[in-house]
């Protein structure tokens, strides 16, 4: 049982405004595991004052790059030091099975850190470069300002440091709004924060819901907005931002097809399929839930993922056995649960799983993983981001259908291709419009930008690329002669 009273306001804990406080209960035995207090609009504005202030008026802005390097080396140290502990907690609280708490929340979490410690210290913050007329021009990278974000339930620290490490090495100060559904791991975040030392003001961490999210969204004393979340919450932020000419960026969802080619090693395909495709009980926006196959082996290969799936244990997920865990909340069981029902209704046949509870199990908010075969691209299992352990199985006619299908999509966020040739696989690869894709493997490489075309967002997350959504460029051009 964890238990918080105060929210994390502007580099200090602090009583919420009101008396809300959530009882925050386990997905797998809908105990209560925890309770925090729930951030409110007036919380926001505290936040937002202490941020705007510690900008205005604060060092940490106009600090050398150096110096804020060194206050990120602490806060990556001070995570290191309890990745046990945070991976247990988050898998108590939101259901990600432990070995994905452990290898794709928090370890992912401290080599994202490192990466950005190393983009940190190469970064270009000034440099001069020679003007169009001869002069020299000194180019600089300065902080973009106060920075507001909102960060999803199903990675909670992973996301949230994919926006806020960037931000602090850029100099922005930043209110952060973590979702309702998973505020111990949060504030657990903020006391890593707090043992870092950061200037007052610079950091706030505020768990709360929509009405909150909005009102930061809006606040005029916020200059920039980093959201991830769902297309629909998308779209209404970047309306809102637009009003105010607000800067923002979005990583929102997808429906991500796993290709696999004639000559794919099926056996190695199946050994490696699960995690790109049912990382997080499915509970991912990269997971390559759409498996396309053609229909030379379209039922070799039907058979192949109905095996692998029915060979994927579920139940509890602080059981390093398991491999699917519960949906985060009985309104994620429910809608997953919808959309198995919608797929039988839709044609789709049903080959393993379905509706109910996965055998053995009699409480916790679980699905059936399940598979459908004979799946149309145009049916909504299809074209919808179900967010479970829920795969289609797509027949295509030859490769250019493939890519026709991968691409028939209102997302591009995420995507792999199955081959015995590697670049024949690249090849197919560039025509997928889609942020990224792995060849034989889908895995986020750190160095490398991350993000999505078309519904699935815009801007980019990691590598370099990270720091730029944070950064506004000043030219200064020198005397000519």
Same mark, same amino acid.
């Given at each position: 049982?964890?238990?918080?009273?105060?929210?994390?306001?502007?580099?200090?804990?602090?009583?919420?405004?009101?008396?809300?406080?959530?009882?925050?209960?386990?997905?797998?035995?809908?105990?209560?595991?925890?309770?925090?207090?729930?951030?409110?609009?007036?919380?926001?504005?505290?936040?937002?004052?202490?941020?705007?202030?510690?900008?205005?008026?604060?060092?940490?802005?106009?600090?050398?790059?150096?110096?804020?390097?060194?206050?990120?080396?602490?806060?990556?140290?001070?995570?290191?030091?309890?990745?046990?502990?945070?991976?247990?907690?988050?898998?108590?609280?939101?259901?990600?099975?432990?070995?994905?708490?452990?290898?794709?929340?928090?370890?992912?979490?401290?080599?994202?850190?490192?990466?950005?410690?190393?983009?940190? *210290?190469?970064?270009?913050?000034?440099?001069?470069?020679?003007?169009?007329?001869?002069?020299?021009?000194?180019?600089?990278?300065?902080?973009?300002?106060?920075?507001?974000?909102?960060?999803?339930?199903?990675?909670?620290?992973?996301?949230?440091?994919?926006?806020?490490?960037?931000?602090?090495?850029?100099?922005?100060?930043?209110?952060?709004?973590?979702?309702?559904?998973?505020?111990?791991?949060?504030?657990?975040?903020?006391?890593?924060?707090?043992? *870092?030392?950061?200037?007052?003001?610079?950091?706030?961490?505020?768990?709360?819901?929509?009405?909150?999210?909005?009102?930061?969204?809006?606040?005029?004393?916020?200059?920039?907005?980093?959201?991830?979340?769902?297309?629909?919450?998308?779209?209404?932020?970047?309306?809102?931002?637009?009003?105010?000419?607000?800067?923002?960026?979005?990583?929102?969802?997808?429906?991500?097809?796993?290709?696999?080619?004639?000559?794919?090693?099926?056996?190695?395909?199946?050994?490696?399929?699960?995690?790109?495709?049912?990382?997080?009980?499915?509970?991912?926006?990269?997971?390559?839930?759409?498996?396309?196959?053609?229909?030379?082996?379209?039922?070799?290969?039907?058979?192949?993922?109905?095996?692998?799936?029915?060979?994927?244990?579920?139940?509890?997920?602080?059981?390093?056995?398991?491999?699917?865990?519960?949906?985060?909340?009985?309104?994620?069981?429910?809608?997953?649960?919808?959309?198995?029902?919608?797929?039988?209704?839709?044609?789709?046949?049903?080959?393993?799983?379905?509706?109910?509870?996965?055998?053995?199990?009699?409480?916790?908010?679980?699905?059936?993983?399940?598979?459908?075969?004979?799946?149309?691209?145009?049916?909504?299992?299809?074209?919808?981001?179900?967010?479970?352990?829920?795969?289609?199985?797509?027949?295509?006619?030859?490769?250019?259908?493939?890519?026709?299908?991968?691409?028939?999509?209102?997302?591009?966020?995420?995507?792999?291709?199955?081959?015995?040739?590697?670049?024949?696989?690249?090849?197919?690869?560039?025509?997928?419009?889609?942020?990224?894709?792995?060849?034989?493997?889908?895995?986020?490489?750190?160095?490398?930008?991350?993000?999505?075309?078309?519904?699935?967002?815009?801007?980019?997350?990691?590598?370099?690329?990270?720091?730029?959504?944070?950064?506004?460029?000043?030219?200064?051009?020198?005397?000519?002669?």
């Amino acid at each position: 049982m964890r238990e918080y009273k105060e929210l994390y306001i502007g580099g200090n804990w602090a009583a919420p405004s009101h008396d809300r406080f959530v009882d925050v209960v386990s997905p797998h035995n809908q105990k209560v595991v925890g309770t925090a207090p729930e951030g409110t609009p007036d919380d926001v504005d505290r936040a937002v004052a202490a941020a705007r202030h510690a900008f205005d008026h604060g060092p940490w802005p106009t600090m050398d790059p150096k110096e804020r390097l060194a206050a990120v080396q602490r806060i990556a140290d001070a995570y290191n030091a309890r990745q046990a502990e945070l991976s247990e907690l988050i898998s108590t609280e939101m259901g990600a099975p432990l070995w994905f708490s452990q290898v794709g929340q928090v370890g992912a979490t401290s080599m994202a850190l490192a990466a950005f410690l190393n983009f940190g *210290a190469q970064y270009p913050w000034e440099e001069r470069r020679t003007g169009f007329f001869g002069q020299d021009v000194v180019v600089r990278r300065e902080p973009a300002g106060v920075a507001g974000m909102i960060t999803p339930w199903n990675v909670p620290h992973f996301t949230t440091i994919s926006k806020l490490i960037p931000a602090l090495l850029a100099g922005c100060t930043v209110v952060l709004k973590p979702s309702e559904e998973v505020p111990l791991s949060a504030l657990a975040l903020a006391e890593i924060i707090d043992e *870092a030392g950061l200037p007052e003001g610079v950091v706030s961490i505020i768990p709360a819901g929509r009405e909150t999210g909005e009102h930061l969204v809006r606040h005029p004393g916020v200059d920039k907005i980093s959201f991830t979340g769902s297309p629909t919450a998308g779209k209404r932020i970047a309306s809102l931002c637009g009003q105010d000419l607000r800067r923002v960026t979005l990583e929102l969802g997808a429906k991500s097809a796993a290709i696999i080619l004639d000559d794919a090693d099926l056996a190695m395909t199946i050994e490696r399929l699960p995690l790109a495709s049912l990382l997080n009980s499915g509970q991912a926006c990269i997971a390559q839930t759409r498996i396309l196959a053609s229909r030379q082996r379209y039922d070799e290969v039907v058979d192949a993922v109905t095996t692998m799936v029915n060979g994927l244990p579920v139940g509890d997920p602080l059981d390093p056995a398991n491999y699917i865990g519960p949906m985060v909340s009985q309104r994620q069981q429910q809608r997953v649960d919808g959309y198995i029902t919608l797929g039988q209704e839709e044609g789709a046949r049903l080959v393993t799983g379905g509706n109910g509870m996965p055998d053995g199990l009699d409480r916790g908010w679980y699905v059936r993983p399940t598979v459908f075969a004979d799946v149309d691209n145009r049916m909504r299992i299809a074209q919808e981001e179900i967010f479970g352990p829920v795969l289609a199985v797509i027949p295509y006619d030859d490769e250019a259908d493939a890519i026709r299908i991968a691409n028939d999509s209102a997302y591009g966020l995420g995507g792999s291709v199955w081959t015995s040739d590697v670049e024949h696989g690249v090849d197919v690869a560039r025509k997928i419009r889609t942020g990224t894709l792995g060849i034989n493997q889908y895995l986020l490489d750190f160095n490398s930008p991350f993000g999505g075309y078309k519904s699935s967002g815009f801007g980019r997350e990691f590598g370099p690329e990270g720091i730029e959504p944070y950064i506004e460029y000043k030219s200064i051009a020198l005397p000519i002669g």
